[in-house]
Every structure is written in C-alpha cells, then in structure tokens.
C-alpha cells in the first residue's frame, strides 16, 4: 500500500510534510464535499493545478520497483494507493486500486453518472453534467466520503485470501503517514491474518506500531534493494515466500536491514 511520500520524489508534494500541499490552503476548503459546495471555483482550481504538477511529473525508482515486482508475482501481487496521480500506472503497475480515486477522472457531484476520462485544466465557466445539470467535480475520495466499496472489498479479500493460502502473505506500506482511515487500519487487518508487515518511510507514521519491520528513508533509495529489483540481484526479499533467508537471519528474530528500526525504538537514521 501506498501514499503521497513515493511520489515525493517525482517532486510531487506531500500532504501533511513541511511545505505539503495543504500548506496555506486548509484541507476541509479543498478536500471535502462541503469545501466544493462552498467554493467549487477553488476546488477545480486546486485540482488542475495538481493535474499538471502530475501530467510533468515523471515515475520514480520507487514506482517502478513496485511495478516489477508486480511483473515477477503476477497475481500474488495487489498494489492499493492512497495516490491519485497515476504514477504507479506509468510505471507499468496494473494490479491498482485506487483508493482514494484518480486525478484523471471527472464525474457529476449530483447523480450517479459514470466517471469519465478527463485530462483537462478546469477554468469557470464550470463543466455541468450532460445527464442532470450538476456540477461536474473531480473523481477523488473527498474527507467524510466512502471510498469505493468494489475497491474495499478487493483489498480486503485479497488480504484474506492470500493469508489462507500456501503461500507467505507481506504486507507493504510505503510512504504513508498511517492518518488517514480506512488505509491505516489494513496493516492490522494483515497482521491478524498473519502476514509479515513493513513500513517504508521517510519518518515514522502515526500507525508505525503495528507494523513488524520499520525501514526508515527515501522509498527511492530503500525499496530497490530491500525488493532485490532493479539491479540485476535477483535474491530473495520480503515478498516471495520461501525461508526468509536474508541479510544476517536469526534464529532470535528477523533479518535487520541497514536502517531498518523496530517500532517503538523511535527515530533512526538511514545511513
Ligand atoms: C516519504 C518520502 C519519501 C515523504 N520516501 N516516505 C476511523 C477513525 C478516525 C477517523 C476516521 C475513521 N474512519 C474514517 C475516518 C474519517 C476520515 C479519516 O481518516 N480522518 C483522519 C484524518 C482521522 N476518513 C475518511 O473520511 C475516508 N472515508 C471514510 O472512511 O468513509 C467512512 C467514514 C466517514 C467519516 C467518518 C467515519 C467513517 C475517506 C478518506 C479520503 C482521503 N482523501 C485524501 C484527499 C483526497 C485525495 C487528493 O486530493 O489527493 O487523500 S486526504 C489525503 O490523505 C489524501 C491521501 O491519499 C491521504 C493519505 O495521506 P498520505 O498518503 O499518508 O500522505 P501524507 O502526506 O500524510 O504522508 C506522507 C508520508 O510520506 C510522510 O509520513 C512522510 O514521512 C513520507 N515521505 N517523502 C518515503 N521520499
Ligand atoms: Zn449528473
């Protein structure tokens, strides 16, 4: 599972960091469906500006490792995002669901039309519905939204099934300050349902204490060589299942990674 920190470096901003994408412009005025209602005007402004920050921006180290260690698992691999700047489709994902819904699609705030395919930067006059009128908005889960039920659904059969199975069940999260709900709380669906869970992160998380491993620093430097993708060393990592034998594997505990911090040590440093 991801969150804003992956695309930190594709120069996306993040949410809650220093200079974050709130900043100077409170969240409820522009992520909530009460801040549309008040001022759709800054809403659509705000988002074809992240439109076009998105559209430059280019995929990272850390999509595509993602990305390629869907090509080695196939369907033993699911990718959920918090993001909805369609990085990780560039970066040849395809197993995605996008929680919290895509930059890339427009659909009617007052009926259920279908969502569309819409690239394009929003300037008033305001696009309106062609079924009902209404007011066309972004296709994002806005706060005080429920996120897609088919999309829920698939996360959480995919955290079950895959735990019941032969098979070793990880659980990754990546870049995420573990704030937002229901996204937070699926490392401790994993967890029950015994999987191995990892946080990647540039600092820690809200949620980091249920997490097994912490592995502190930038997701483009850390998730190549923690995966084993991108450079030719294909041994084994967190997601294939076997005996585990990494790094210097114990019989006291698992394998430490260079930077890695048990949850609740508080802050290390990623050399
Ligand atoms: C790096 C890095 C690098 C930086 N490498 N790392 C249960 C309890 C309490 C509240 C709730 C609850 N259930 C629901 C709620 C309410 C609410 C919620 O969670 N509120 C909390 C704030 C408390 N949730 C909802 O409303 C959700 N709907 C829902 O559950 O419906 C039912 C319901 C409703 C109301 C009450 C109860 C039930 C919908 C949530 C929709 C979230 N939407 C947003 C904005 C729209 C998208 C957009 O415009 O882009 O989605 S909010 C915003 O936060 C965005 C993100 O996807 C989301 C998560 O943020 P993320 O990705 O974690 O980013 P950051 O910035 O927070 O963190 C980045 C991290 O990266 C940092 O930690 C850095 O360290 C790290 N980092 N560079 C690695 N290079
Ligand atoms: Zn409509």
Redesign the pocket.
Known sequence: M?????S??SGLA????AG??WDGQP?ER??TPEGFAADPALVWRF?SE?RAQAAAALPNR?HRALAELEARLGERFLLAT????GLHQRAGSQRVVE???S?WRTRCSVCPAPPVEDRGLVEPPLPRCARCGGLLR?A????????DAADTRRIERFIVSSARGASRLVFLA????????????YVSLARSAGADTWL??????ENVGAFDHFVQ????E?LAPLLRVENGDRGDDPARGGDGARGDAGPDGPPRERGEVTPGEGRASYP
Do not use: C, K
Request: net charge negative; charged share 10%; aromatic share 8%.
């Open positions: 991801t969150g804003a920190g992956i930190a470096e993040t949410f809650r960091g974050g994408l969240v522009v992520a988002y992240r850390a918090q993001n909805v700047d929680m919290h819904g930059l972004p994002i889960v806005w706060f005080g939204e429920l996120l990546v870049g995420t300050s573990g704030n937002v709900w229901p996204a937070a709380g990647v992160n540039l600092d820690s998380a620093g930038p997701a483009g850390v």
